[in-house]
């Protein structure tokens, strides 16, 4: 018999299988003693040498570098996954900490590394860098050199690290276990936030009304806890900027991305200069549900009375099999995640919120975490998060420096196959309504991936500015700031209501990767460029989309934008992006008019 959602579970076993140990945890020390071990003979051979070496022996030190990485990276992938799905245990919390606390010595032992390597003249890494057989390395190196402004003194970097273990990551931590405890209470009795969401998405609005004031309630319980970590954070950010010399709050970010500040800026932009799109949505939406203006709680609407549930395994089998008609290779990547357990997918108490998609290690298979709870938009949800997993495990022959890409090109596959899938819902749409009902969802989605996330990297960009200009802001700062950056995205069309001020409070984003919300907006641009280069070119570009996936991070974005034909150089391509989402406006409102006119019997 086939599991519902509710069975599937990940096993975590692969993790930690040749550790040589009986029990997780004891396999997790292991892995981490070994890394230890290894970090200190590392640093014992090299350590005041870097500049003294050759190139093979720069690719020997590499090789042995990424080595104990990958042992770190083992350990600490299970840690967090196994806290992941169950954050209120006291143990699983433990298990974190502990291996947080090991992973600080093992990097601190090995930070010589990096301040050597950036130290050498650009003559001698030249040089150094044209050697054979560091191409498993020689694009992070490349990219290392460019921190060289914003590195300290070894004693320095030594002591930001250990610290960081009882100040950043004890915040991230708090915010955290604040966030997974969240009950919010409806008729049926709590639930968790991902759970009571779904209630947004009602076709009848008193529902919506409803389940949009249980949320804010929800919130309240704990808000000036998760308000007080987020200022502790900001302004831990801000002394880091300062020692660091980074001319702005979104500095670091932009450079660990490999993208300028102007065309970050470019892109934000360009997005917020077309802000009168969503407006136009909701304007529309608005009339087709018979209102005159949409409340932040009518955003998400369903358009009809279209409430397709879907069972696990019809969302399984119609991911699978769209992958597959895409590319075998790809299909069959994605039913081994179904069939050896990499995935994580019921909604569970203490469970973390949202999806996620995980690889931490080239040796051992990415894993996917969900919140089924079986409407279409899960569906979508898996199929993004397999985009992921495909991408990590095409990439992970590039090896750990290289598996993962920069967060601007992290989210291109994922929204890749989420555009594919859809597209097969949309064939088999068995209705008009249910045809405009897809259309209407897939607006949405652009709308939230694109504007409202650079909507939230402007909140982002005022609490920043705020706490480094003006100290700690108060809960009813950070409200206002929230409400006026998702006023100016959604203009007159759209009330933002007074419970809606606390919501920036669930958002994880900007408590664990500060920065990381405008990714979101440059991967969908950049998915729906590179998806309309295979409308074009049909089956001939399946190969080229492999070769990119393949490539991991082992390029320059520009270079692997280049792989598909896509030119992230030209100035005008987020304007053809945001063109592209457009399209599917028209789209939407066209098949809403054409319903609105049929005759009566259908015909």
């Known amino acids: 018999m086939e599991p519902d959602a509710g069975e599937v579970s990940w096993n975590l076993a692969h993790l930690i299988a040749d550790a040589g140990a009986d029990d997780p945890a004891s396999a997790v020390d292991a892995l981490l003693a070994e890394a230890r071990r290894r970090a200190d003979a590392f640093a014992a051979r090299y350590a005041g040498t870097i500049g003294d070496l050759d190139g093979p022996g720069l690719v020997a030190a590499a090789g042995e570098l990424g080595e104990i990485k990958e042992l770190v990276a083992r350990a600490a992938t299970y840690a967090n996954l196994s806290f992941s799905i169950d954050t209120a245990d006291p143990v699983r919390g ?197 209102l005159g203006r949409l409340a932040d709680h009518d955003r998400m609407a369903a358009v009809t009375r279209d409430e397709e549930r879907v069972p696990w395994h019809d969302a399984r089998e119609l991911v699978a099999e769209t992958y597959t008609d895409f590319s075998p290779e790809l299909g069959a990547i994605v039913r081994r995640f179904h069939d050896e357990r990499w995935i994580d997918a019921p909604v569970r108490p203490g469970k973390r919120g949202g999806a996620f998609c995980s690889y931490g290690s080239p040796r051992v298979h990415p894993y996917v975490l969900l919140n089924y709870t079986h409407l279409r938009r899960d569906v979508l949800t898996l199929a993004h998060e397999l985009g992921h997993g495909v991408h990590a495990a095409l990439g992970a022959r590039q090896g750990i420096f290289h598996m993962a890409t920069p967060l601007t090109l992290a989210e291109t596959a994922s929204v890749f196959g989420e555009t594919l899938v859809f597209g097969r819902l949309l064939e088999r749409a068995p209705t008009p309504e249910s045809r405009l009902a897809l259309l209407a969802e897939s607006v949405e989605g652009s709308i939230l ?80 460029a590179v998806y309309g280069r295979y409308e074009a070119e049909g089956e001939a570009f399946v190969p080229s989309y492999l070769d990119l996936l393949r490539a991991g991070g082992s390029r320059s974005p520009e270079e692997l934008g280049r792989i598909v034909g896509v030119d992230l150089a030209d100035p005008g391509f987020w304007d053809r992006g945001l063109d592209l989402v457009e399209r599917k406006i028209d789209a939407a409102e066209r098949a809403a008019r054409d319903l609105l006119t049929r005759p009566a019997d259908g015909r």
């Not at 003559?123 to 190196?141: I, Q, T």
């Not at 007080?228 to 450079?255: E, I």
């Not at 919501?503 to 950049?526: D, E, K, R």
């Open 94 to 290: 433990a298990l974190l900490q502990h291996v947080e606390e090991k992973r600080t010595g093992i990097e601190t032992a090995l930070v010589f590394f990096r301040l050597e390597w950036a130290a050498l003249s650009d003559g001698k890494a030249e040089e150094l860098l044209a050697a054979d057989g560091l191409g498993f390395v020689r694009h992070h190196l490349v990219t290392a050199r460019r921190h060289r402004p914003h590195l300290l003194a070894e004693a320095e970097e030594k002591i930001l690290a250990e610290k960081a273990v009882s100040g950043r990551s004890a915040w991230v931590r708090l915010f955290d276990e604040q966030r997974a405890a969240i009950r919010v209470e409806l008729p049926a009795g709590p639930v968790a936030l991902e759970t009571a969401f779904a209630g947004l998405y009602s076709p009848d609005r008193d529902v919506r009304r409803d389940t949009a004031a249980r949320i804010s309630a929800a919130l309240r319980p704990g808000l000036r806890t998760r308000a007080y970590a987020f200022n502790m954070l900001l302004a831990d950010k801000a002394t880091d900027d300062r020692l660091r010399s980074h001319p702005h709050w979104l500095a670091s970010r932009n450079l660990a991305n490999e993208a300028s500040d102007e065309s970050v800026r470019a892109l934000i932009e360009a997005v917020r200069g077309r802000y009168e799109l969503p407006r136009r949505w909701y304007r529309f939406k608005a009339r087709l549900l018979g």
């Open 449 to 528: 991936t694109v504007f409202r996330q650079i909507a939230m990297n402007r909140f982002e960009h005022l609490v920043h500015t705020h706490r480094r200009e003006e100290g700690e802001l108060s809960v009813e700062r950070f409200g206002e700031l929230w409400a006026a950056t998702q006023q100016e995205m959604l203009g007159d069309a759209v009330e933002v209501t007074e419970g809606y001020r606390t919501w920036w409070s669930y958002v994880p984003h900007f408590i664990s990767t500060p920065g990381y919300v405008y990714a979101y907006a440059y991967g969908q641009l950049l998915a729906l």
